[in-house]
């Protein structure tokens, strides 16, 4: 018999699921409810919520929701976005996380009050994601985005540094980061960093090399789009080789559950806790398939 566990730390971080919370309330009116991009980085995810009623703009359709609700995910947005919903007159529904939201304001207060002429304001982040576009609009798009060490010749190392990181990076490479900075700068160059990280997201790697190294096999969920799942994997990966990507049900392979005892599955911070069930359920009837077989 196999045993199929459901990795407890895994499935939406709080700034989804409130994120989600919020779209559902107001998917209870008749009104129209429009949500600006992805709520979440999972296709499945978005697939439920716009059955019940949602519709997804992008930059370049906002037009469309004049006079109607508009909902911010929680990756934030930066400020040209609320002038330009508040320009056509849009009842903004603002879920942006609340960890999200101090980090935007951390960084909107350093680059006021850190001349430019002086400072650097440095974002450790994946360039185009939707929270590091929210924070470079606080610093009215001046600031430098670092995603690797190979970013690094984007610095000045002669003039002041104030780093940040989007709150989903990895606290290691955000620790690599400083070490290579303060390795490079000049001596009269002053170097301030924040760590802004999300501990309920950055403590999922830890718990998730543990959570795989005690299964035969894994299966990770997770959306096409998402970054975080990208990283978790890897990390699920190095763990133990015998861990598998799936972004849908159909994705589970039979052939992977021969011959072994205990299945694992876990996912992303945007992973809806549903479908990682649903999986769950068709693992279950694999398994009865090939026992009777």
């Known amino acids: 018999m196999i045993k199929i566990d459901i990795d407890d730390h895994s499935g939406f971080c ?3 699921v409130r994120a989600i919370e919020k779209a559902e309330n107001e998917l209870q009116t008749s009104a129209p409810l429009y ?3 992805d709520i979440v980085h999972n296709e499945l995810e978005v697939e439920r919520l716009h059955n019940k009623g ?3 703009l992008y930059a370049d359709s906002i037009e469309k929701a004049r006079g109607q609700r508009v909902l911010i995910r929680a990756h934030g947005e930066p400020p040209s976005t609320y002038d330009t919903l508040h320009k056509l007159g849009v009842q903004v529904i603002d879920a942006t996380c609340p960890v999200v939201l101090r980090l935007q304001q951390r960084v909107k207060i350093a680059y006021e009050t850190h001349p430019k002429e002086e400072w650097q304001i440095v974002i450790y982040g994946k360039k185009g994601h939707a929270e590091v576009i929210g924070l470079l609009g606080q610093a009215d798009n001046n600031a430098i985005v670092v995603e690797h060490t ?3 010749d984007r610095i000045d190392f002669n003039k002041n540094i104030y780093l940040f990181s989007q709150t989903t990076k990895s606290l290691n490479g955000f620790n ?4 290579n900075i303060q390795n ?3 001596a009269n160059v002053v170097f301030e960093h924040v760590d802004t990280i999300c501990r309920q997201v950055a403590n999922r790697i ?3 090399r543990i959570f795989a190294q005690n299964h035969d096999v ?3 969920v997770s959306g096409e789009k998402s970054s975080n799942g990208k990283a978790l994997f890897d990390e699920c990966q190095k763990a133990n080789p015998n861990s598998h990507l799936i972004f849908k049900i159909e994705d589970i392979n039979p052939k992977s559950l021969a011959n072994i005892t205990s299945v694992g599955i876990c996912g992303a911070t945007s992973t809806p806790t549903w479908l990682m069930e649903k999986v769950a359920e068709k693992i279950k009837d694999i398994a009865s398939q090939l026992t009777n077989n």
């Open 150 to 152: 190979d970013d690094l």
């Open 206 to 208: 830890p718990n998730i």
């Open 14 to 16: 709080f700034g989804v």
């Open 218 to 220: 894994v299966f990770f």
């Open 184 to 186: 490079r700068i000049s």
């Open 54 to 56: 949602m519709i997804t």
């Open 35 to 37: 949500g600006l991009g």
């Open 176 to 179: 690599d980061l400083i070490d």
